[in-house]
Structures are given as structure tokens and as C-alpha cells.
């Protein structure tokens, strides 16, 4: 029997959860403790490599679905390149390669030889540290992705720039500007932008690699209320360098430290009580 493509396991839900899965538990009081979240993400002992240089070593972990994890620690740790090994993004630098381990998504491992990498990118969406809005008017921006799926319906194409900025917490601040240019936007809202085009296309998970570094407290926090908001629809994996803000905003939090994940557990226990005596030196401010 030939294996599903990666398109039709990480097609849109509901067909996302293979058919045997069992019934979620109702979590009404008196009917027992929820279920536990399912894996979407599971990294399986990965070694990466930049050229002759190892950037990661032996990382496992398994990230959760419709949960908010973080990356932290200190600059050049690994955590930026294992973000960009979920998408591929790293095939697009020469010489790098994941010379042990596996990544799967539900299941599918990414790298398998008939995988579409296109098809791969759109599940999985990005957000860039730096806000990237292409030189086009708002609604070109949002509608770019659809376009090259080869959707062409103006009504839906209409439908989908309201709800994905809507999604993006911007429709009311841009919806009388549609058609000027998304360079005119301040960083934030740039930023918010960049959001509702990522999640246009409807991804499952969505990756966000230090998104707020070039932002403003107040446009810091419009894009945290974001990030809340956007968790009960998607995956979200979020790089950062500032704890309080993986403090404020994740269900999980993974310490990285030179290439090796050196603690990843519940976001409340990393920052009250870590088991490892280097997460609780990196979270207290003592290093990096």
C-alpha cells in the first residue's frame, strides 16, 4: 500500500486525526482530567550540521498540537535552526543537512523522499524576526499565497483578507486602507501583517522566530494578545530571547545551550522550579 502524502496527513481538520483515534475525554467537571494534548511535532535524536560545523546535537522532544512552545537561550544556541528545520527552511542554505535522527510530523517524516517540500511550507507557516511585508498594497499581501494555489474568486479572496486580518487583530486599523501599500504600516502592524499573511493559507502550525525583537513594548504586546489568540486554532512555535515573554506566552518552554536542549518541560516549572542547575543560572540572569 503506498504511504499518504504529506498533503493528505497534514490536510485541513477534521481529517487531520487518523479515523481510529479515539473520542476526546470530556473535561466537565466530574467526568476525570482532560486528555492529554496530541503530538504534532517529534524530533527523534537530530544532529545538524552547517558545512563541517555541528549546530545541533542529539535534540528529541515532541511539541504538542494547539499549544504555544518556546525556544530560549543564549544567541547561537540552536534554537533559530532547529525553528527552521520544521519547514526546511535550513535546505535553503548550502551545505547543511541533518546528518542523524528524524523530524515527523503527525507521524510523517518531513525529509522522507516524497514529501513535498511546497506543500510542506504552507502547513507549516513562518513569521521572520524581522517584519518582511512584500511591496505590494495590504490586500496583495494577504492574497499572494491563494493566488498561487490558483484561487482566483474575488469574493473569496475578499472573504479571506477580511478573516485573516481579523485573525491578525488589524482589520479595523487597515480595512478603509486595503489597496495601499503594506510598507506604509508602522513595525507593528507590519508585523501583524506578515501574521494574517501566514495564516491566509490556513497552516496548522505556525512559526514565529523572534517576532517581537524590532518591536516597541506596545506593539510587543499587541502581538502577545495576538499569540493568545491564535493558540486555540494553531501550533505555535515561537523562538525568543526574552523569558518573560515565553513566561507570558507558552504552554512549554525548551532551554537550548550550545546545540543541546538542556531542559524542556512546562513554562511554569522552567521559570519556578527547572531540574537542570543551567536553566535555573540562564533564567535568573546569571548567564547570557
Known amino acids: 500500500m503506498v504511504a ?15 479515523p481510529s483515534a479515539p473520542a ?10 482532560a486528555p492529554a494534548a496530541e503530538t504534532l511535532i517529534e524530533i ?19 511539541i504538542q498540537d494547539k499549544k504555544v512552545t518556546a525556544f530560549i537561550g ?6 533559530s535552526t532547529l525553528l527552521r528545520c520544521f519547514n526546511r527552511m535550513n535546505d535553503l542554505i548550502d551545505g547543511t543537512r541533518i546528518a542523524k535522527g528524524s523530524i515527523k510530523i503527525r507521524g510523517i517524516d518531513i525529509h522522507r523522499p516524497d514529501v513535498d517540500v511546497i506543500e510542506l511550507r504552507k502547513r507549516v507557516g ?17 492574497t499572494y499565497g491563494l493566488k498561487l ?20 487583530a488589524l482589520w479595523e486599523e487597515v480595512k478603509d486602507r486595503l489597496h495601499t501599500s503594506g510598507l506604509g504600516l508602522s513595525g507593528g502592524q507590519q508585523q501583524r501583517l ?29 502581538v502577545e494578545e495576538l499569540i493568545q489568540t491564535l493558540r486555540t486554532r494553531f501550533t505555535i512555535v515561537i523562538v525568543t530571547h526574552n523569558m518573560q515573554q515565553a513566561a507570558r506566552c507558552s504552554d512549554k518552554t525548551a532551554f537550548f545551550y550550545m546545540g543541546k536542549l538542556i531542559e524542556y518541560a512546562d513554562t511554569r516549572n522552567i521559570f519556578m522550579n527547572p531540574a537542570n542547575p543551567q536553566t535555573e543560572a540562564y533564567v535568573s540572569g546569571r548567564f547570557g
Open 4 to 18: 499518504a502524502s504529506l498533503m493528505d496527513t497534514l490536510a485541513p481538520a477534521p481529517t487531520l486525526r487518523p
Open 149 to 168: 494555489q490558483g484561487v482566483s474568486n474575488k469574493a473569496r479572496l475578499d472573504e479571506v483578507v477580511e478573516k485573516s486580518l481579523r485573525g491578525a
Open 74 to 79: 543564549p544567541s547561537g544556541c540552536g534554537k
Open 126 to 142: 513562518m513569521v521572520f524576526q524581522k517584519s518582511n511585508p512584500f511591496p505590494k498594497s495590504i490586500y496583495e499581501n494577504i
Open 24 to 33: 476526546a475525554a470530556s473535561s466537565a467537571p466530574g467526568s476525570g482530567p
Open 44 to 62: 527523534d535524536h537530530v544532529d545538524f550540521f552547517y558545512g563541517a560545523v555541528q549546530a545541533l546535537h542529539d535534540i528529541s522532544l515532541s
Open 194 to 222: 506578515c501574521i494574517a499573511r501566514a495564516i491566509a493559507v490556513e497552516p496548522e502550525i505556525i512559526l514565529m522566530d523572534e517576532p517581537c525583537s524590532a518591536l516597541d513594548p506596545v506593539a510587543t504586546a499587541k
